[in-house]
């Protein structure tokens, strides 16, 4: 259902039977469809396939975050580790995909997780309130 009307593509089958890479001409088609993946993935779906799209939804959480502040990608390295900005956006990518503190700190260029897990801690949720209960 999701590879129909994608001409150009070449899905391998895995061992679970599902598509376990998808190669797909132009950048902006693959996106496309790795968001629709994600929106339809199930339990009868493996790992392999729910990781992909959780990281290509990952990516363009990220992407949109930047793009809320108005940040391209080099400005992240200009601005401090623990920035308030920064720790926005990493806290939605923690509460919306399936993305480590690891990666997370990787991506943002906060440094190590370590850091990044006690301001996440720490931060305000999306819901108003803090993360940790005191």
């Known amino acids: ?11 391998k089958s895995s061992a ?4 376990a890479r998808v190669v797909v001409r132009g950048e902006r088609l ?15 779906h ?5 990781q992909e799209s959780g990281e290509a939804r990952a ?14 990608e080099a400005d992240l390295r ?12 990493a806290l ?5 995909t399936p993305r480590t503190l690891a ?4 991506r943002l260029q906060m440094g190590v997780w370590t850091p990044v897990s006690n301001r996440l801690w720490g931060a305000p949720s999306a819901a108003g309130g803090r993360l940790c209960q005191e």
């Open 78 to 89: 200009e601005w401090r580790k623990g920035d308030s900005d920064k720790v926005r956006i």
């Open 92 to 96: 939605r990518l923690r509460q919306e």
């Open 16 to 19: 679970c039977g599902h598509p």
């Open 1 to 11: 259902m999701l590879l129909r009307g994608l001409g150009g593509v070449n899905a």
């Open 46 to 50: 493996c790992g392999a396939v729910r």
């Open 30 to 44: 693959e996106r496309e469809f790795l968001a629709q993946a994600s929106e339809h993935l199930g339990a009868q």
């Open 59 to 72: 990516e363009r959480l990220a992407r949109e975050g930047l793009a809320a502040l108005g940040w391209l």
């Open 103 to 106: 990666w997370i700190a990787q």
